[in-house]
């Protein structure tokens, strides 16, 4: 018979264990969501703030009664509920509001009387697209445009866009609710633009693809050292985009670039979450069919003939990656090749940073180092958590291990991922063989 105290831990361990699904199902299906309710209430801000009322109901109710089969139509259905709610309280409803009322209501009284409503997966990637377009509107700032769409499509924190940007979490959060603010009182459409309007939003969305991938390939915080929600998510957003402007490069070479990239996922953890580094992955793993349509979709944008963007230069090198056989037959020159011409197109203390890298691989470690104490002099990386553990790896191939150990667990400080910390403090208690 358990005793009152092991009830207790029993019972904390179960709330622990819904709260965590349920902020499983809000990074999964919050862009669906959030997208959905506003297409049914016409308001971008009302749809997020209703579907933020569901999770919190979600929080008090999922521990206490378990999770539902359909969790994120749950979701789905109490935030309409509340939106019908709403507008019923309001005695003022002007007639927009009162023929939505009704729809709503009406659609709820068609269901086959379960709570759950039915889910239509071709009807929720439309919604997403609407969504990412809405948050691109050229009357946003572009700052406001990425930060709102991070926020919402990807599900990102405050916290895990200013580390993404560099800034502090006060401005993100500034960016984010002054976007919402102008959205409504310009009343801006949910829609896909014409395609003549593709040109003013395309970058922002392209940006905002690339940043939600790039969370997925390696989360900023949290217990996984991966998100493969995230850069799948980002790699379906930017295939649609691809559909619909097949002859733009820029879109095609980021699609070739996550595709590349994200060919490496079963390989870049062991069977129990573990991270496993470039150098010793299983190559025999990699998603070799992603590969040839990053492959593809890389020459079909070389194809276009107005040479390579930023996207398409990085693609090239996650394709000298993906096509080698091993890290010692990598093309590391290429690679830094690649690396002076991002440089100078697109200049990035972290491009910098991984350029570095490239020439300790290919003229080995000193020169590398070289390279990283200018950046750390310039100060333009402090607080990076990868810059002290890309120093310490180069110390460690130098046999400096002393001065490594100190820059393995001045990252493990600065990272906010707990496998990445992990990995860093397993470095740090490495010791030169006697």
Same mark, same amino acid.
């Given at each position: 018979?358990?005793?009152?105290?092991?009830?207790?831990?029993?019972?904390?361990?179960?709330?622990?264990?819904?709260?965590?699904?349920?902020?499983?199902v809000? +990074?999964?299906?919050?862009?669906?969501?959030? &997208?959905? /309710? %506003?297409?049914?209430?016409?308001?971008?801000?009302?749809?997020?703030?209703?579907?933020?009322?569901?999770?919190?109901?979600?929080?008090?109710?999922?521990p206490?009664?378990?999770?539902?089969? =359909?969790?994120?139509?749950?979701?789905?259905?109490?935030?309409? +509920?509340?939106?019908?709610?709403?507008?019923?309280? =309001?005695?003022?409803?002007?007639?927009?509001?009162?023929?939505? &009322?009704?729809?709503? &209501?009406?659609?709820?009284?068609?269901?086959?009387?379960?709570?759950? /409503?039915?889910?239509?997966?071709?009807?929720?990637?439309?919604?997403?697209?609407?969504?990412?377009?809405?948050?691109?509107?050229?009357?946003?700032?572009?700052?406001?445009?990425?930060?709102?769409?991070?926020?919402?499509?990807?599900?990102?924190?405050?916290?895990?866009?200013?580390?993404?940007?560099?800034?502090?979490?006060?401005?993100?959060?500034?960016?984010?609710?002054?976007?919402k603010? %102008?959205?409504?009182?310009?009343?801006?459409?949910?829609?896909?633009?014409?395609?003549?309007?593709?040109d003013? !939003?395309?970058?922002?969305?392209?940006?905002?693809?690339?940043?939600?991938? =790039?969370?997925?390939?390696?989360?900023?915080?949290?217990?996984?050292?991966?998100?493969?929600?995230?850069?799948?998510?980002?790699?379906?957003?930017?295939?649609?985009?691809?559909?619909?402007?097949?002859?733009?490069?820029?879109?095609?070479?980021?699609?070739?670039?996550?595709?590349?990239?994200?060919?490496?996922?079963?390989? +870049?953890?062991?069977?129990?979450?573990?991270?496993?580094?470039?150098?010793?992955?299983d190559?025999?793993?990699?998603?070799?069919?992603?590969?040839?349509?990053?492959?593809?979709?890389?020459?079909?944008?070389?194809? &276009?003939?107005?040479? !390579?963007?930023?996207?398409?230069?990085q693609?090239?090198?996650?394709?000298?990656?993906?096509?080698?056989?091993?890290?010692?037959?990598?093309?590391?020159?290429?690679?830094?090749?690649?690396?002076?011409?991002?440089?100078?197109?697109?200049?990035?203390?972290?491009?910098?940073?991984?350029?570095?890298?490239?020439?300790?691989?290919?003229?080995?470690?000193?020169?590398?180092?070289?390279?990283?104490?200018?950046?750390?002099?310039?100060?333009a990386?402090?607080?990076?958590? /990868? /810059?002290?553990?890309?120093?310490?790896?180069?110390?460690?191939?130098?046999?400096r291990?002393?001065?490594? +150990?100190i820059?393995?667990?001045?990252?493990?400080?600065?990272?906010?991922?707990?496998?990445?910390?992990?990995?860093?403090?397993?470095?740090?208690?490495?010791?030169?063989?006697?």
């Amino acid at each position: 018979m358990a005793t009152p105290d092991g009830a207790d831990v029993t019972a904390q361990d179960a709330v622990a264990s819904a709260r965590r699904r349920v902020e499983a199902v809000w +990074r999964i299906e919050s862009a669906r969501i959030v &997208a959905t /309710l %506003t297409r049914v209430v016409g308001d971008f801000g009302l749809a997020e703030d209703l579907a933020q009322e569901a999770l919190l109901l979600a929080l008090a109710q999922w521990p206490r009664d378990g999770v539902p089969p =359909n969790p994120g139509a749950w979701l789905t259905t109490v935030a309409k +509920r509340k939106a019908i709610d709403m507008h019923r309280r =309001n005695n003022r409803l002007d007639d927009r509001h009162a023929d939505m &009322a009704h729809h709503l &209501a009406e659609q709820q009284r068609l269901d086959t009387g379960s709570d759950e /409503l039915p889910w239509d997966p071709e009807t929720i990637d439309d919604d997403v697209l609407r969504l990412v377009f809405t948050a691109c509107h050229p009357i946003l700032p572009r700052e406001s445009q990425i930060a709102l769409t991070l926020r919402v499509v990807g599900g990102l924190t405050s916290e895990e866009i200013a580390r993404a940007f560099m800034i502090p979490v006060a401005t993100v959060q500034q960016r984010v609710v002054r976007a919402k603010k %102008t959205i409504a009182a310009a009343e801006i459409p949910f829609e896909v633009p014409p395609r003549k309007e593709f040109d003013s !939003r395309l970058g922002s969305v392209l940006s905002v693809a690339y940043l939600i991938f =790039n969370e997925g390939y390696a989360a900023t915080s949290g217990t996984a050292w991966t998100r493969p929600d995230l850069a799948n998510e980002a790699i379906r957003l930017t295939r649609i985009l691809s559909a619909l402007v097949p002859e733009e490069p820029e879109v095609l070479a980021l699609l070739a670039l996550l595709e590349l990239q994200a060919s490496r996922f079963a390989a +870049r953890v062991d069977a129990n979450g573990e991270p496993i580094l470039l150098a010793d992955q299983d190559r025999s793993r990699w998603d070799h069919h992603q590969i040839r349509r990053g492959c593809e979709a890389l020459a079909r944008a070389d194809a &276009a003939g107005r040479g !390579r963007g930023a996207y398409a230069l990085q693609a090239g090198i996650a394709e000298c990656h993906a096509v080698a056989a091993s890290t010692a037959e990598t093309d590391w020159a290429q690679i830094v090749a690649l690396y002076d011409a991002l440089g100078s197109l697109a200049p990035s203390p972290v491009v910098d940073l991984n350029r570095a890298v490239a020439v300790a691989m290919a003229d080995g470690p000193a020169a590398g180092l070289q390279l990283v104490d200018e950046l750390i002099a310039k100060r333009a990386l402090d607080g990076y958590s /990868l /810059l002290p553990s890309v120093r310490g790896e180069l110390l460690s191939r130098l046999e400096r291990h002393d001065e490594a +150990r100190i820059e393995f667990l001045a990252a493990a400080e600065l990272t906010h991922n707990e496998r990445e910390r992990a990995v860093l403090v397993e470095k740090a208690g490495v010791r030169p063989s006697a």
